[in-house]
Every structure is written in structure tokens, then in C-alpha cells.
């Protein structure tokens, strides 16, 4: 438990963690990379540079500060961000050193105005949160398919559009049992690079028999170029090795819903592919409405004419003919339960959309394809 006198400190300094979050966040990485650098194995330093992660971890700790009295209420976002953590091997004793330079950027941008008593109710508050992490994360350990990162033969690569590919892995030593909706975990050290380069890709289909299937995008950008998604697709071929971390993740159709609407924009076809797949063979009623630039560029085909033919009403809307998705594609969504996926820019605009509308929030669903909590609305 954290002292009441301590509480209140926290909650004395939200507006400060408002104005100064992403900066210390900011400070904060920057630190512990310098004098941890093996955690360098862990981190994706593309979402560093653009500035994603330090903004979604300024917001989770933001989200558990204005619900330190009930600190439950964050519970749901904490088993999103566990799961990557389980998948990226996130394990209790990287805790302390997060907690440390946590501090020391807090003490470096706020200078003075960080004083002991503010320090030291940040420090019993960092150790709350990491112990609930901690406790979530040690479950999803315990009920992960398999442990660590396992050796996956690739059978198949398939270029379905100029810039995705669909990989094929297989290993007979594993459960190979998916959740539609999941992610497995790339572990890969690409020629010439220092570090290990670890980066999360969805499930894309049902059917493990010959295999799991992901699909990966080549990510390009001055400075930002993708890393591990040109390695993939440029070195990686059948009958190489790639390792991988159990699937994981918690955007999944519920049970309950019965009525659904999917909305996906390019590469974010890729979760929802499996969800529009697994729900239409349960007999679930299905819209999927689906943005892309051309055909040229539209993945998985064969896959979205096969749930199509099976009773899924599916709209597919070229956005360089056709223009970008809005509320008209949507008609009917307020009686349906709503799962979204894409690009932050292209879930930014599609959650407005949606608020347009007068959805409710509790009746959205998402993944985007970068930190979630850069998202949040704390």
C-alpha cells in the first residue's frame, strides 16, 4: 500500500506530469540506455526515434497517477502493454532499472522543483505499479504455448503486395494454437547490427496445420527505416530459421458479440483477416469494411473472397479512386461491436469518425500498429 501523504504527493504533481511527461520520458531512455545498453535487446528504437514510446509510457504512468486511489481501473490497459512485455521477455528484474532512471529523468527536468518528498513518493509509486505488472505479467508467463524464443522453420514467403509479405513458420515441437486477433514476436540480429532487434507481427490466419502465418510490411523513412521489416523481407527466405515468443496479445472478439464490425486500413488487414475468419466460422454476423491505396496494394485476397463467399459483407474501398473511409461506411455500426486496426494516423481518424457517430467507447475496439497508449486519452 502507498501512504495517504504519499498519494497526495502524486496527486499534486499529475498537472506537472502533464505539462513535462514525454520529456522525462524522453531523458529517461536516453539514461538508461547509457548505462544499460544490453536493454537495447529489448526496446524498438524506431518507436524511440519517432517518439512514440516515450509518449506512451508518459501516458501510462499519467493513467496510473490519476487513478492511484483505484488503481484497478488501469488494469485493462496494464494486460495490454503485459502482454508485449511477456513476448518481449520483459522479466522482474528489468523493473528496478526502469524505476531508477524513471527518477533520474524526473530529477534532471524538473530540477529544483524535485524535491525528497516528491521523490520519494514517486519512487513508493513507480514500485506499485511495477509490482501489479509484475504479478499480470507472471501469469501470461505461466500460460504462454511455449517459453522464451523458439526456433521456427519458414516454409513458406509469399509477396502478396509490392511491400508485404506473408511468412509461413511451422515446428512440430510447440503448441501452434492461435486466438484470432494475436501476435507472435520476432527475435532477429540482422548482419553488421549491434543489437537484437525484436518486433511484434499479427497472426493473419486461422489454419496453423501447415503452420503459423504472419504478415510483415517493409517500413521505410527518412531515418526511420525499418529495420527488421527489411531484414525480413530482403535476407529471410524458406528454409531459414527465425525465433519466436509464444503469440500473445488481447484484441480479440469476445464470445458476447455477436454483430461485428471490423475496420481495417492497409497492413492493419492482418489481425483482423483472423478475426473476420474466426467469427465468420462460428456463424457470427459480419461487416468488414477494409481501406487500401489500389488493388495492386491489397493483401490476403484469397483469404477476404473466402470469407466473403462464406456470408461476411465486405467492402473494400481503394482510397486513391475511391477516397478515404468515413461515417457513410459505417451505416449500421451502432449496432454493432466494433474492432479497428491501422496505422496511428489512420486510428486517429477513424476513432473521430466513430465519435462522430455517437459510438460508444465501450463499443470500440483496437490495435493500432505502434504503442497503444500513445494513444490514450488519460
Known amino acids: 500500500m502507498i501512504a495517504e501523504a504519499k498519494k497526495q504527493v502524486i496527486k499534486d504533481t499529475v498537472p506537472v506530469l502533464e505539462a513535462h511527461g514525454t520529456e522525462i520520458t524522453t531523458v529517461f531512455y536516453k539514461r538508461m540506455f547509457e548505462a544499460h545498453p544490453e536493454m537495447l535487446d529489448i526496446f524498438n528504437l524506431t518507436n524511440q526515434k519517432v517518439g512514440d514510446q516515450p509518449k506512451a509510457l508518459a501516458m501510462t504512468v499519467l493513467a496510473a497517477a490519476k487513478n492511484i486511489d483505484n488503481l484497478d481501473a488501469i488494469v485493462p490497459a496494464v494486460k495490454g ?30 530540477g529544483d522543483a524535485a524535491t525528497p518528498e516528491i521523490l520519494d513518493a514517486w519512487e513508493a509509486y513507480y514500485g506499485k505499479l511495477a509490482e ?8 501470461m508467463y505461466g500460460q504462454a504455448a511455449w517459453e522464451g524464443f ?16 506473408r511468412f509461413t513458420v511451422d515446428s512440430d515441437e510447440v503448441d501452434k494454437t492461435i486466438t484470432a486477433g494475436q501476435y507472435i514476436t520476432a527475435k532477429v540480429q540482422p548482419e553488421h547490427y549491434p543489437n537484437m532487434e525484436l518486433r511484434h507481427y499479427s497472426i493473419c490466419a486461422m489454419n496453423t496445420e501447415e503452420g503459423i ?23 529471410i527466405e524458406a528454409g531459414d530459421v527465425l525465433h519466436l515468443s509464444a503469440p500473445a496479445g488481447d484484441f480479440k472478439v469476445a464470445d458476447a458479440h455477436d ?42 485476397k484469397d483469404q477476404m473472397a473466402a470469407i466473403e463467399q462464406k456470408g461476411a459483407d465486405l467492402k473494400i474501398k481503394f482510397s486513391e479512386t475511391d477516397g478515404y473511409l468515413n ?34 467507447n465501450s463499443r470500440i475496439h483496437f490495435e493500432p500498429f505502434g504503442p497503444k497508449m500513445s494513444m490514450a486519452a488519460v
Not at 213 to 235: C, M, P, Q
Open 81 to 110: 502493454i503485459a502482454h508485449k512485455h511477456r513476448a518481449l521477455e520483459v522479466r522482474p528484474e528489468h523493473y528496478p532499472i526502469v524505476g531508477k532512471y524513471l527518477l533520474e529523468g524526473i530529477k534532471e527536468v524538473l
Open 132 to 139: 501489479i505488472f509484475i504479478g499480470i505479467e507472471k501469469d
Open 150 to 165: 523458439h526456433p521456427f522453420i519458414v516454409k513458406e514467403k509469399e509477396q502478396m503486395t509490392p511491400d508485404i509479405v
Open 213 to 235: 502465418s504472419f504478415a510483415v510490411k517493409r517500413e521505410g523513412g527518412d531515418g526511420t527505416k525499418g529495420i527488421v521489416s527489411n531484414y525480413l523481407h530482403e535476407v
Open 259 to 300: 454483430k461485428l464490425l471490423f475496420i481495417a486500413g492497409g497492413v492493419g488487414a492482418t489481425p483482423v483477416m483472423a478475426m473476420a475468419e474466426d467469427s465468420v466460422a462460428k456463424g457470427k454476423d459480419v461487416r468488414y469494411v477494409y481501406s487500401v491505396r489500389n488493388e495492386a496494394h491489397q493483401p490476403f
Open 327 to 360: 461515417r457513410d461506411d459505417f451505416a449500421g455500426a451502432e449496432s454493432r461491436e466494433i474492432y479497428i486496426c491501422g496505422s496511428m494516423g489512420f486510428m486517429n481518424v477513424m476513432m473521430a469518425e466513430l465519435e462522430a457517430m455517437g459510438i460508444e
